[in-house]
């Protein structure tokens, strides 16, 4: 399975942009790459996702690399409900359709006032 | 629609216990995924399901099993707890779309421990 790598931990001040980096230069060509987030341990909540192109969608955009070895996810106007444990997912395909979302430790997101 | 609903939010067990934690969608999903979470680590797949009827392991099926009878319902069963299952239970579902959709919207949870 692809795997991800994410820092740690980062701080964004409130209002600014964050800029969350992952890297996963083993990932294939037709592996997706998905973003969720886990507020105080609740159950993940899906942000985005793209395989080659840059998305955008309400909540934030995803830029991915040209070699597709490295991504970036974009929250535009971070605010204190942003932070977060935010994971970076490779998505693997099992039998019959059904993926399965590999996590790595992700990157905890602190907005500061 | 309520969504992914998970009973019970929290467990304790003593070891040799079994148990069954109950998750049920109102979606119309296909699809349907057990994981469990760890301290400070990511969650990782233990069963699947692909509809009813057909169920399959994911990474760390062990001490684990489960069963879809409905479209709806998708039990995990532990029998013979043990501590190494103390952790947070998460199930999931996702709906059969086109390729590069398979969002999988999750429950709130299940907190076990084993003691």
């Known amino acids: 399975d692809a795997k991800t790598t994410q820092p740690p931990s980062m701080d964004c001040a409130e209002g600014r942009a964050a800029n969350l980096p992952c890297n996963h230069s083993?990932?294939?060509?037709?592996?997706?790459v998905y973003w969720y987030r886990q507020i105080h341990s609740q159950g993940p909540q899906y942000i985005i996702h793209?395989?080659?192109n840059n998305e955008t969608n309400e909540m934030a955009s995803l830029i991915i690399t040209e070699d597709r070895k490295s991504s970036t996810l974009i929250l535009p106007h971070a605010t204190l409900r942003d932070t977060a444990v935010y994971y970076c997912i490779v998505r693997v395909a099992l039998i019959q359709g059904a993926q399965k979302l590999v996590f790595g430790q992700g990157t905890r997101l602190t907005i500061n006032p | 629609n309520a969504g992914v609903t998970q009973t019970p939010k929290f467990r304790i067990l003593k070891i040799g216990q079994s148990m069954t934690l109950q998750c049920a969608q109102d979606?119309?999903?296909?699809?349907m995924y057990w994981y469990r979470q760890d301290p400070g680590m990511g969650l990782k797949l233990i069963y699947y399901?692909?509809?009813?009827?057909?169920?399959d392991k994911g990474e760390v099926p062990n001490g684990y099993n489960v069963s879809r009878s409905t479209t709806e319902d998708f039990p995990l069963r532990l029998e013979l707890a043990a501590p190494s299952q103390t952790s947070v239970y998460f199930c999931?579902?996702?709906?059969?779309?086109?390729?590069?959709?398979?969002?999988?919207?999750f429950g709130p949870g299940t907190r076990l421990t084993v003691l």
């Open positions: 999931a579902s996702s709906y059969s779309g086109l390729a590069g959709g398979h969002e999988q919207f």
């Open positions: 399901s692909v509809g009813a009827g057909i169920t």
């Open positions: 979606m119309n999903h296909n699809y």
């Open positions: 793209g395989l080659k």
């Open positions: 083993t990932i294939s060509g037709n592996e997706y």
